[in-house]
């Protein structure tokens, strides 16, 4: 006779159910991911458990953001030098 599936012990590295990611996670992924530090945990947990469309939004974001940050330095350094 089988157990049932609530009290059998799920393999290592896998969860019993794949709950989505929370948006504290899908940010550090991004982040990490753009800076180059992803670990290789977390970016099979987001590639098992993460929606696609959620990291495109976020990816987006993150660069724009980004972006914005690079053109608000340069134009604190400009100013202050001239």
């Known amino acids: 006779m089988s ?11 896998e969860s019993k159910h ?3 990611l929370r948006p504290w996670q ?5 982040f990490a991911a753009g800076l180059g530090v992803q670990s ?3 970016r099979e947990r987001d ?3 993460g929606r696609i469309g959620v990291f495109i939004a ?3 974001i993150f660069t724009i953001l980004f ?3 690079v053109v608000a330095v340069v ?8």
């Open 75 to 82: 134009h604190i350094v400009i100013s202050s030098a001239g």
């Open 40 to 42: 290789s945990r977390n």
């Open 58 to 60: 976020a990816g987006l």
């Open 18 to 20: 794949k709950a989505p």
């Open 67 to 69: 972006i914005i940050a």
């Open 47 to 49: 590639f098992s458990q």
């Open 3 to 13: 157990e049932p599936a609530e009290t059998r012990q799920a393999p290592p590295g």
């Open 26 to 30: 899908v940010i550090s992924s991004v």
